[in-house]
C-alpha cells in the first residue's frame, strides 16, 4: 500500500472523515481525521482527529472489528 487517502467518508454539511496513511518525521502512520469544504470549495483539515502509530494499529483494529459486532 503507498501513502495517501484510504477512504473519505461523507459526513454532511460539507465535511469528510478522512483515512489515510501519512509520514511524518520518517514514520508511518494511520490518520483519522474531519476534514471541512472551505469557501472556495476545498478541502481542509481540521484539529478534530487522531493518528494512530503503526505499534497500535493492530489493537484499534481488534477494537474496531468488536465494536461493529456488538451493531
Known amino acids: 500500500m503507498s501513502d495517501g487517502i484510504i477512504k473519505d ?3 454532511g454539511r460539507g465535511e469528510v472523515l478522512r ?3 501519512s509520514e511524518y ?3 508511518k502512520n494511520l490518520n483519522l481525521r ?3 469544504t472551505d469557501k472556495e470549495g476545498e478541502l ?3 484539529q478534530k482527529g487522531v493518528t494512530v502509530a503503526p505499534e497500535h ?3 484499534l483494529k ?3 472489528l468488536e465494536a461493529g459486532s456488538m451493531f
Open 25 to 27: 518525521k520518517g514514520k
Open 62 to 64: 481488534e477494537a474496531i
Open 44 to 46: 481542509k483539515p481540521t
Open 19 to 21: 483515512i489515510e496513511v
Open 9 to 11: 467518508i461523507d459526513r
Open 34 to 36: 474531519i476534514w471541512y
Open 57 to 59: 494499529y493492530e489493537e
